[in-house]
């Protein structure tokens, strides 16, 4: 196994019944990088991370987890943290408790274990002594978030960490896992914020009904689907749309907002369309993609619906 590769699965298959979960799944996960799983609902996203995190097993395939194989026992290998569909907690605990009943739980000394450390991270340091009983989701998550920095994991899972999070707890969150990434660790997520993938995630698999749609660097998933719509906003729209509309390359498409112009092109195209608005003394004050090239790759990788978007 590469040195460097945290997770290498390869032709993994789970069924549940005659439900196939996963289809001859491959999945590589470099050191260091934060890898987001995305797919639509029942794609078999939460059962890869279970997969990961020992709570289940593959019914064919093999995975290796950081340099050893992973075999039929359930049991989280060594260096491997984090959580599926919540994190488990104590809720007649406070969140310090909680973290140091944990600690102990492993046989170590929870004053030594840096747990003050852990919960000012993902931003819990005000509510450290309150019982979790009363946590939103999204305090749930951080406080999981926090017991899992705690084992100082070479590899981290999470399941949608993202779910219930306010803007500042985002922040702690994206704080703590691009820190983790630079210290070496491998960070595998799942989310359907598209937004929060692209923020935070270097490499993403695109799964759906169980099976790798795509896997690899954001960046290629751009390059493949760089025919996009963008929104534009100038100066003078009604005669931006008819210089859109003589650029080569370009696709107007109707929209209700008479202030807006939205274009269907690739990037050459839209290229020449800005400095031919330049050149007819329009002024471009707003030109963005209207679906991020993840979004509009995930939508159609995935089959999904119009409706949808
Ligand atoms: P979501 O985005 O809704 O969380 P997901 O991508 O995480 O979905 P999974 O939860 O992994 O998807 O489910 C994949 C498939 O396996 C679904 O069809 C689901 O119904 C099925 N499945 C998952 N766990 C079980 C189980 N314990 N028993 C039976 N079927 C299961």
Redesign the pocket.
Known sequence: MDANLAVRATGISKY??D?I?LDRVDLAVVGGRIHGLV??????????LGLLLGLTVADTGTLEVLGTRVGRALAAPEGVAGFVEGPGLYPALTARQNLAALVSLRGENPRKAGIGEALHDVGLTDVADDRVRGFSLGMRQRLGLAAALLTKPRLLVL?EPANGLDPAGKKHVHGVLTRLAAEGTAVVL?S?RMDDVEALCTEVTI?AT?QVVFSGPLAELSDENSDLDYRLRTSDPESAREVAARTPGIHLIDVPDPELVVVRTLVPALDDLVVRLVHAGIAVRELAPLVSPLEAAFLALTDQPEATR
């Open positions: 549940f019944g439900v979960a797919g639509p609902n029942g794609a078999g996203k939460t059962t890869l399941d799942s359907h799964l169980g």
